[in-house]
Each structure stands twice: as structure tokens, then as C-alpha cells.
């Protein structure tokens, strides 16, 4: 599984949302057997946290970078 993560760590997060996307397509269009639907029910667990994480982080540096809290649009009024 390490692989598994070594891989998708190279993705951007737009990469990782767009292969995520096609996942849950196939995986609701419920044609595939068992085992394969097991396999990238697991990748899209991988693909989905990596996707949240990139965004806590992305979330986490921009509030280093605006420490009021507030948006711009605020700090104009």
C-alpha cells in the first residue's frame, strides 16, 4: 500500500480529484466484479484523503498569510 501512496503523492490535486471522479463513475455504474470494485473502492479512499489533506493544507496557508480570519472583501469594509 505504501507504493500505492508513493504514487498518488505525485499527483496535483487536480489530477487526484479528475481520477477520484472517474472511480466513483465506475463504481456506480456497478459493472465490474468484485475484486476490481474492491481495488479502486480502496484507490479512491487513497485518492479522496489525499485530496482532503491538500486542501487542510491549503486552508492552513492561508490563514498563516491572513491571520485575522478575515477575507479581503472584509478587511475593505
Do not use: H, W
Request: hydrophobic share 35%; proline share 3%; with cysteine.
Amino acid at each position: 500500500m505504501n507504493e500505492k501512496k508513493t504514487e498518488i503523492s505525485g499527483l496535483t490535486y487536480e489530477q487526484a480529484f479528475a481520477e477520484l471522479e472517474t472511480i466513483i463513475e465506475t463504481l456506480e455504474n456497478g459493472q465490474l466484479p468484485l475484486e476490481q470494485a474492491l481495488k479502486l473502492y480502496e484507490r479512491g479512499q487513497l485518492l479522496s484523503q489525499f485530496c482532503a489533506d491538500l486542501l487542510d493544507n491549503a486552508e492552513l496557508k492561508i490563514k498563516q498569510l491572513n491571520p485575522s480570519g478575515k477575507s479581503a472583501v472584509e478587511e475593505q469594509e
